[in-house]
């Protein structure tokens, strides 16, 4: 089954403690992107990888990190996560990096709800 | 400052009768827009697209409207079902941008039966 599935699906941690959310997908798709959900505030992107090694900043990277070793794979790190970075957290997938009209699209992972204390 | 808004956070309709969802864009360089659907518990999932050459596209119950001259889209939804109630999102890109999604806050829709 084609899918992108995120680990933790749920995780509370204390301020300063770093962590790993870790995201995979089965299509081979190049793309790959993580976003926050924030009440009010829809979803706003953290962070995007073209492909293998080729990462990019979004709209709100304050905080976080990512890598792209495979292809397959997109982890995103919170050295030392704080209290205002407890969000929905989701990780997002697509063939194409760049496209034009067409109808590609993003594929969603399940969601990371992330409290920290 | 958000380039995509939906200004209403939630609309109930009945069983049957068209759902209307909104959304309003800022950044003229948008040429691609798109609509998710969330469940509780889920990710977004693709509804319906459309491309800045078109005014119109419709999927089964699904119909997006795009005027381009006032920077809105619309979603409506034919005849609404109970399956239906879930969070909207619209979103936009400008397709030489990376596909960069910029998303709307989401319209909470609830279908009572």
Known sequence: EAQVTQNPRYLITVTGKKLTV???????????????????????????????????????????????????????????PSPNQTSLYFCASSLLARTSGSTDTQYFGPGTRLTVL | DQQVKQNSPSLSVQEGRISILNCDYTNSMFDYFLWYKKYPAEGPTFLISISSIKDKNEDGRFTVFLNKSAKHLSLHIVPSQPGDSAVYFCAATDSGSARQLTFGSGTQLTVLP
């Open chain 1, 22 to 80: 870790t995201c995979s997908q089965n299509m081979n798709h190049e793309y790959m992107s993580w976003y926050r959900q924030d009440p009010g505030l829809g979803l706003r992107q953290i962070y995007y990888s073209m492909n293998v090694e080729v990462t990019d900043k979004g709209d709100v990277p304050e905080g976080y990190k990512v890598s792209r070793k495979e292809k397959r794979n997109f982890p995103l790190i919170l050295e030392s």
